[in-house]
């Protein structure tokens, strides 16, 4: 049997919680190692991620019936581009305003969320932090079995900085350019909750570029994530100067 090496593409994964927040990992069938993972899988053509992610969750566990406590992205942006932008000239905003007009109600990508969320009406902006707060007792409760929960720092290696306008920025991701924007993904489930993070060097990638973790605990609990840190950095060896910078 040979076994076919398929490309990189996006993917999802699923964390999975019940009514007493106890996560659900599996072990593969086809894995001989003691391996223990999440529901996860890649973007089928024409899928977005919600879409991908409960077909992904049915092929895998036979799971049907679900709560998405939230799509944290979505908060994220529509909290933290208002507060970014406060302080911005009228011309800004006005920019953004006829941006907004254009826009195609099915555009998700990341620069129509920036968009969306710059020029948010207060009364939306009640209604997402509402939803931030019901995030934070979810939170709450997780909290009360885990002490963090570890993330990574971003969706890539360390890149280089770009000083373009933000829409003509790119980032490659597995070979190909995504929306420069989507760097700041994995920042979302912390800053959307007020939640405290600190992000620790763990390795390099292929290309010698650093890897980061990103470990997040409970609210005030700074000292909490710190102390892990430390933890991980004795581990890994802690941050090391690329060879190439040496």
Same mark, same amino acid.
């Given at each position: ?6 490309? @990189?593409?996006? *993917?999802? &994964? ?38 991908? #992610? ?19 992205? %979505?908060?994220?942006?529509? $909290? $933290?581009?208002? @507060?970014?932008?406060?302080?911005? =000239? ?17 555009? #998700?990508?990341?620069?129509? %969320? ?16 509402? #939803? ?15 002490? /963090? ?25 597995? &070979? ?14 912390? /800053?959307?909750? *007020? $939640? ?7 390795? #390099? ?11 997040? &605990? =409970?609210?005030?609990?700074? %000292? ?10 004795? $581990? ?11």
């Amino acid at each position: 049997m040979v076994k076919q090496k398929l490309p @990189l593409r996006t *993917g999802v &994964g699923i964390i999975v919680l019940n009514n007493q927040n106890k996560i659900f990992v599996g072990k593969r069938k086809d894995n001989p190692g003691n391996k223990w993972q999440m529901p996860q899988g890649g973007v089928d053509k024409g899928e977005d991620y919600i879409t991908a #992610m409960k077909r992904e969750l049915l092929e895998e566990t036979s799971i049907q019936n679900i709560d998405i406590i939230k799509e944290i992205d %979505k908060i994220f942006s529509q $909290l $933290l581009n208002p @507060l970014m932008l406060a302080g911005s =000239p009228q011309e800004t905003f006005e920019t953004l305003a006829k941006l907004n007009e254009g826009l195609d109600p099915n555009d #998700m990508s990341e620069l129509a %969320k920036v968009a969306r969320g710059s020029v948010l009406k207060h009364a939306d902006w009640v209604v997402v932090n509402a #939803m931030r707060q019901n995030m934070r007792q979810k939170w709450r409760e997780f909290f009360k079995r885990y002490d /963090v929960i570890l993330c990574p720092t971003s969706i890539t290696p360390a890149f280089k900085h770009n000083h373009n306008p933000v829409h003509e920025r790119k980032l490659t991701i597995n &070979g190909k350019d995504d929306e420069y924007l989507r760097a700041t993904l994995w920042a979302g489930p912390a /800053v959307s909750a *007020g $939640l405290p993070s600190t992000n620790v060097p763990i390795g #390099m990638s292929s290309k010698n570029l650093p890897i980061g973790m990103q470990i997040t &605990g =409970p609210y005030l609990e700074d %000292k909490t994530c710190i102390e892990v840190a430390k933890i991980v950095r004795d $581990l890994r060896g802690g941050f090391k100067i690329p060879p190439n910078l040496q």
